[in-house]
């Protein structure tokens, strides 16, 4: 079954009132659920999410077994949220959690991300480390929320071993979802700017697409008998000054141009100045800047920068189609499913499911859970507060369905908070005997 064939069906059931069957988690859920339900109130408008990173882990090396995801929330109080999932693991070990500053291909996601970059040393404080045990099963949950907003060089979070030196074992990037991207700032003066330089304003842009990168600056205020340079910067312009320049290879430590981005900046008669370049490279999210040096003999100063904000973050969508299960097979079923999570920047979870093929006129039983699918059939259901282990609709995710005369079933239902990554995979089970038939695993 193609995602194409399934959707002409997908809106045939929604609304339908569902009751739910027994299942085989060991719970006995209620009797009836609500149709297409929204749990709660709206979340609080002063917490708001101003962008959501995700990824998945897969092992380096020999640690080939290790699956799971990673989120990363900045919020707009200030904080950054990190939490993860993972299996595969050993049981019952306590793992180093770091986030780094490049993607896990390249330099193995090199050092740790610092709050303070000024700072050289190691200190738990100045970086983002969650902590995390496993259980019995080889998987670990974990989140933390620090007071800071995580920059775009927070690339990437590593899962290292402790049993053999800290040995970098896994890794998830931290991406937004699609190819393209802009973020634009406005240009200023440093603060210790000269009076020469003190009049530089204008504004930069950085659009990113499949096809490559392009920048754009406009300047004014410039000196006509001046020259100046230009270059993306790894770092925002009130950190370290911008700090270094971006690498398009930044295991190459020395200051090379076709390693870099460097727009040309030539003032005309009254000081103004535009400049584009585009590259065939995708710049990462640690482009952070752009500053314009004025250039004197061997002296460079950075005279004027414009930090480049994001705007354009989307909600991020795991999908994924049945698989069925053993007990399925053996009744000959030929249930096709198809399911999305979306996670979504004001807070919400929003689930959806659409199946083929159902026997008709039956209620089927569905629920996110909280195990991939190759981790005891995805396990327990996700439960929204992980202290309340009674099955109940308001703290999980439900999404049965009553399966039409022609089989066909659908359902969507949102809950207010943001779905932590060990919401994984939905379970769809018999609507008779609550045996498990199918597991969509979410990617």
Known sequence: MTRTALRPCLGLALGAVCALAACDDGDTPPAEAPAGYTIGPPPLADRPL?????????????????????????????TTTVQLYADGLAPMVA????????????????????????????????????????????????????AHVARGNAQSVVIHDPMADNTKMACADLRAPGPAWTAAGILAPFAAATEADGSIAGDARLSVDEQ????????????????????????????????????????????????????????????????????????????????????????????????LVRRDYDDVETSGLGVL????????????????????????????????????????????????CAVEVAGGHYKIDPSVQAPTPDNELWLDFEANANGFGARSATIPVLARPEATAYVVHDPDDGSRLACVELR
């Open 325 to 372: 299960l053993p007990e399925a097979i053996a009744q000959g079923s030929r249930l096709n499913v198809e399911a999305r999570l979306v996670r979504r920047l004001d807070g919400t979870t929003e689930g959806f499911i659409g199946v083929q093929n159902a026997r008709p006129g039956k209620l089927y039983p569905v629920h996110l859970h909280a195990y991939s």
């Open 212 to 307: 490559g990168t392009r920048i754009e600056l406009t300047v004014s205020g410039l000196r006509p008998d001046e020259s100046y340079s230009a270059h993306l910067h790894a770092l925002p312009c009130h950190v370290g000054d911008g700090g270094g320049h971006y690498k398009i290879d930044p295991t190459v430590p020395d200051t090379v141009a076709e390693n870099e981005l460097w727009p040309v900046v030539m003032p005309d008669a009254a000081g103004a100045a535009s400049a584009t370049l585009s590259s065939p490279h995708r710049v990462r999210a640690s482009g952070q800047s752009i500053v314009i040096h004025r250039k004197r003999g061997d002296a460079s100063p950075k005279v004027a920068c414009a930090t």
């Open 50 to 78: 101003d962008s959501l990173l995700v990824g998945e882990f897969a092992g380096y090396g020999d640690y080939d077994g290790i699956g799971g995801r990673a989120q990363l929330m900045r919020h707009r109080d200030g």
């Open 95 to 146: 793992y180093g959690v770091h986030v780094h500053v490049f993607p896990c291909d390249i330099a193995q996601a090199g050092g740790h991300y610092k709050i303070d970059p000024a700072i050289p040393d190691v200190i738990a404080e100045n970086e983002i480390w969650p902590t995390m045990t496993t259980n019995d099963r080889g998987v670990g949950t974990t989140s933390l929320t620090v």
